[in-house]
T-cell receptor, first 115, second 112 residues
Framework: DTEVTQTPKHLVMGMTNKKSLKCEQH?????MYWYKQKAKKPPELMFV???????INESVPSRFSPECPNSSLLNLHLHALQPEDSALYLCASSQEFDRDYNEQFFGPGTRLTVL | TQLLEQSPQFLSIQEGENLTVYCNSSSVFSSLQWYRQEPGEGPVLLVT?????EVKKLKRLTFQFGDARKDSSLHITAAQPGDTGLYLCAGEELSGYSTLTFGKGTMLLVSP
């Protein structure tokens, strides 16, 4: 199994809503990532978890709250988002985080629209 | 922060033509990954190059890593409409944590 799955595929939410994005991988990878991607732009790193611990937070606003319940799952909790947060949210995983030659495999993404 | 310059940004060609996409940096990378992304989907890993001077082939796609591991190229021979998509290069930093530095991407449109 070389797949990263993400749910939901699409999400529309109001600025007062609370929602969560989910990501799962069964490749035995110990590093998982959240990226945000705007149209026609490259992905921007948001968070990195290594061995279920938060290793990197790229100065992301607190309205985004990541969670790693176990080594296969990664969540992104959303609360009080702004319309400019509308984007494609990508999850990725890699075998490790602190080693050279570390291929990242991406999920299909969640298209988020904030009204 | 390492920068990765990718060119061209847009490329519109006819089926059967050849093309080359370039990624250049002044910094050395431990590896460089090439992805292809279709609209509304996640990037799909095409290849990873690790050794300076390395050449890898994937059907009609040829990837090369520069001798100094600062640049890379993707050459497509006889492009097909199915090659249409956003091509992203991403360099893995040399030391410490393996975050990726992405190029801005090349949007390729291959018309029949």
């Amino acid at each position: 199994d070389t797949e990263v799955t993400q749910t939901p595929k699409h999400l529309v939410m109001g600025m007062t809503n609370k929602k969560s994005l989910k990501c799962e991988q069964h490749m035995g990878h110990r590093a998982m990532y959240w990226y945000k991607q705007k149209a026609k732009k490259p992905p921007e790193l948001m968070f990195v978890y290594s061995y279920e611990k938060l290793s990197i937070n790229e100065s992301v606003p607190s309205r985004f709250s990541p969670e790693c319940p176990n080594s296969s799952l990664l969540n992104l909790h959303l609360h009080a988002l702004q319309p400019e947060d509308s984007a494609l949210y990508l999850c990725a995983s890699s075998q490790e985080f602190d080693r050279d030659y570390n291929e990242q495999f991406f999920g299909p993404g969640t298209r988020l629209t904030v009204l | 922060t390492q920068l990765l310059e990718q060119s061209p940004q847009f490329l519109s060609i006819q089926e059967g033509e050849n093309l080359t996409v370039y990624c250049n940096s002044s910094s050395v990378f431990s590896s460089l990954q090439w992805y292809r992304q279709e609209p509304g989907e996640g990037p799909v890993l095409l290849v990873t190059v690790v050794t300076g001077g390395e050449v890898k082939k994937l059907k009609r796609l040829t990837f090369q890593f520069g001798d100094a591991r600062k640049d890379s190229s993707l050459h497509i021979t006889a492009a097909q409409p199915g090659d249409t998509g956003l091509y992203l290069c991403a360099g893995e930093e040399l030391s410490g944590y393996s975050t990726l530095t992405f190029g801005k991407g090349t949007m390729l449109l291959v018309s029949p």
